[in-house]
Each structure stands twice: as C-alpha cells, then as structure tokens.
C-alpha cells in the first residue's frame, strides 16, 4: 500500500473518530456517571464493534447490505430502537446519578461493554462505511490481508484513543456536569439526544 493512500484513509478515520455520534456521547456519559475505569469497559465494547464491522464488511455481508434496501431498512429501524431505548433509560436515570463511589447501583464493567457493543452495532451506516471505504484504499495486485489488518488496525486505534479521550474530557468537567443544576438536566439532554440519532437515523 502507498503511503499516500494510507496517510488519506488515517486522515478519513481520525476525523470519523473524532466527530460526535452515539458511542462517543455514551462513552461520555459513562465518564461522568460512573468514572473513568468503569467508562473504560465501554470503550472496548465500542472498539469491538469497530472490529466486527470490519471484519463484516470485509467478508462480503457488507456489500449485500449497501445493495438490499430491505436488510437496510431493517437494520436501520432495529438501531434507531435501540437508540430510543438507551435513551429512554438515560432520561429515567436523571436525578439517580453520582460518583461511582457514591452509587450503590453502578452497572457492572461487562453491562457498559454489553451496551457499547450493542450501541456499535446499531448503525448500519458505520457498516456500509466501512463496506465503501475499505475497497478505494485495498491495492489488488499486492496481499490483501495484510493492507485489511492495517486499515481496520488504524481505525481500531482511533476508536479506542479518542472515545477513551472523551471519557476522560467528562470526567475532568463531571462536577459540572453532576452539579445541582447539571443533574437536573444532564439526564434529559443526552436521553434526548440519543432519541434524536435515533429520528436522524431513520429520517436519513
């Protein structure tokens, strides 16, 4: 692979990395609420659904979905349920936030990976994203598993790095956020902005 092509796909993944969607604004939400180990946990839930995303969209099911309408909308209106759903339980939640050692009802690591992971897989865009990308950047003529493991590998470590940098940003400012003031709204806010992916979702 050219290392020209490589430097436009990283610049491509640092900047889908880097943009605002549902798994950052939950990785954030983790971060505030529950701390930065256990908000951790999500993150690797996220990365692993990068990672199988990748690997779908390499096997070819990505192709047959950007090409059926039917398994597209099907996925998409299954994610935008999901969407609601996270979002319905963040809006209930607000009042009942705190410090992870104040909060004798923290989820446990493997329920913030559990839901990342679910959360990951619930754009069907993300898979079709990779299913369009991947193809432009994967030279023919020279071995293809070693230019895959290199691009899935890059956005594997943009994944990890900036959803881990939000956790942290969140943590940093969670006195604000679990303020008097915050805590009253904190919880409406990102209940709806996960209903309002959810609408962008299906509306798209």
């Given amino acids: 692979?050219?290392?020209s092509n490589y430097y436009l796909y990283f610049s491509i993944s640092l900047l889908a990395s880097?943009?605002?969607g549902p798994s950052v604004i939950l990785a954030a939400s983790n971060g505030v609420n529950f701390g930065r180990k256990k908000a951790l946990a999500g993150v690797f839930g996220h990365v692993c659904a990068v990672m199988v995303l990748a690997l779908i969209s390499a096997s070819g099911?990505?192709?047959i979905l950007m090409t059926s309408d039917i398994a597209f909308i099907v996925i998409k209106y299954i994610g935008a349920a999901y969407l609601v759903y996270i979002g319905i339980a963040i809006w209930r939640s607000k009042g009942n936030w705190a410090f992870a050692d104040k909060n004798a009802q923290i989820p446990a690591k493997r329920a913030l990976f559990k839901q990342s992971f679910l959360l990951g897989?619930?754009?069907p865009k993300a898979l079709v994203f990779f299913s369009a990308l991947f193809p432009q950047f994967i030279q023919p003529t020279q071995a293809i598993l070693p230019q895959f493991l290199l691009l899935a590998g890059t956005s594997l470590c943009n994944a990890f790095i900036?959803?881990?940098v939000y956790v942290l940003v969140a943590f940093r400012?969670?006195?604000y956020f679990l303020s008097s003031i915050g805590q009253r709204w904190v919880g409406k806010t990102t209940g709806g902005v996960f209903i309002?992916?959810?609408a962008a979702l299906i509306a798209s």
């Fill in 1 to 3: 692979m050219d290392i």
């Fill in 18 to 20: 880097i943009s605002i």
């Fill in 61 to 63: 099911l990505g192709l």
């Fill in 121 to 123: 897989l619930s754009n």
């Fill in 162 to 164: 900036f959803t881990s």
């Fill in 173 to 175: 400012f969670r006195q």
């Fill in 196 to 198: 309002g992916f959810a």
